[in-house]
């Protein structure tokens, strides 16, 4: 038992190693970048986790959480060397429509082109923050008056069928003759990509919420607003969360396009640039941010919905 403890905890380590064994001595196909960022990278990742290591030999918690993320970090690690062999070492995958993470990562060591990645980020999270904010708030509470009042039940969902399909995208021509600015455009299309999952998913759950509950505050003198604050909503919780996890997925695709069609800054601004002038390096190296920059986001919306949720641990396993 402890031997196989001891080969996963160096699991990681192996795999740098042998990431770096890969780009330093399997000849090479096509030109090597020069930027050392991408060895220094797998020297850093192989350091920080020898002192996890460290710190985990002093933590039970620590020792049990680095036997569940060990094999992920080995995996990321051979994914990268069979990445490289695929596209530097063997030229299976051509150039420059693949690069190698050599290439791929020497954007980051390159202080103009992490001024325009930070740029089109920090652009990227306001457009995304005021269109996914506008659009679920608006939903949520479009969603609780759908679920609440049968009138509105009735009119309202009609409405939700026929225009709820239609692609948010679809909408970009409108919102380019409605709004005078790109930005403004955007924002529209964003809070429409996330308006439609927030008012079906919100309605759903307060449409669900049991009859004997309501009964009971009924019985003890609560008024129709405190039914609908102190009953019904934190009762559809658990769907309105998952309205939410919908509509930031959906805001995240709008997003890009938004992007690349009209709005000129941004990391889907700065794909479209680098395509253009066929440096598919950078391409790969803003796909990389998208991915830490969405799967951060969704990983902060995890830790609300657990935080407001602790209260179903028990009962909802995610």
């Not at 797998?42 to 959480?65: D, I, T």
């Not at 992490?114 to 457009?127: N, Q």
């Not at 996330?194 to 008012?199: A, D, G, Q, T």
């Not at 919420?209 to 102190?230: D, K, M, P, W």
Request: net charge positive; charged share 10%.
């Amino acid at each position: 038992m402890r031997v196989k403890t001891a080969i996963t905890a160096a699991a990681p380590l192996l795999a740098a190693g042998g990431a770096f064994a890969v780009h330093r001595y399997w000849p090479d196909k096509t030109p090597l970048s020069a930027s050392p960022v991408f060895p220094r990278l797998l020297g850093a990742v192989a350091a920080a986790w020898l002192a996890y290591l460290a710190a985990a030999w002093y933590s039970a918690r620590l020792r049990q959480r680095a036997g569940e993320i060990a094999p992920l970090w080995a995996a990321a690690l051979v994914s990268v060397s069979v990445w490289q062999v695929l596209t530097g070492k063997t030229g299976a995958l051509p150039m420059p429509f693949f690069p190698g993470p050599d290439r791929v990562f020497s954007v980051f060591g390159a202080p103009s082109e992490i001024k325009m990645l930070v740029e089109g980020t920090l652009h990227s999270l306001r457009l995304l923050a005021v269109g996914f904010g506008c659009g679920s708030i608006a939903g949520f509470l479009l969603g609780v008056w759908i679920g609440w009042s049968k009138q509105a039940h009735y009119w309202g969902m009609p409405v939700l069928k026929f225009f709820g399909p239609v692609p948010a995208t679809a909408w970009i021509p409108l919102a380019l003759v409605l709004f005078p600015t790109t930005f403004g455009a955007s924002t529209f299309i964003i809070g429409l990509a996330s308006l439609f999952p927030m008012i079906v998913l919100t309605a759903s759950g307060i449409a669900s919420v049991r009859h004997s509950h309501l009964e009971v505050a009924r019985t003890l003198g609560a008024n129709q607003r405190q039914l609908i604050c102190h009953v019904a909503i934190p009762s559809a919780l658990p769907s309105i969360f998952v309205g939410l996890f919908m509509a930031l997925s959906a805001s995240f695709l709008t997003l890009i396009v938004a992007e690349m069609i009209g709005v000129k800054a941004g990391l889907g601004f700065y794909i479209t640039w680098a395509q253009n002038f066929a440096e598919y390096y950078k391409v790969f190296a803003a796909l990389l941010v998208m991915g830490v920059f969405f799967s951060g986001l969704m990983s902060a919306l995890f830790a609300v919905r657990t935080r407001v949720l602790r209260w179903q641990q028990g009962v909802i396993k995610w």
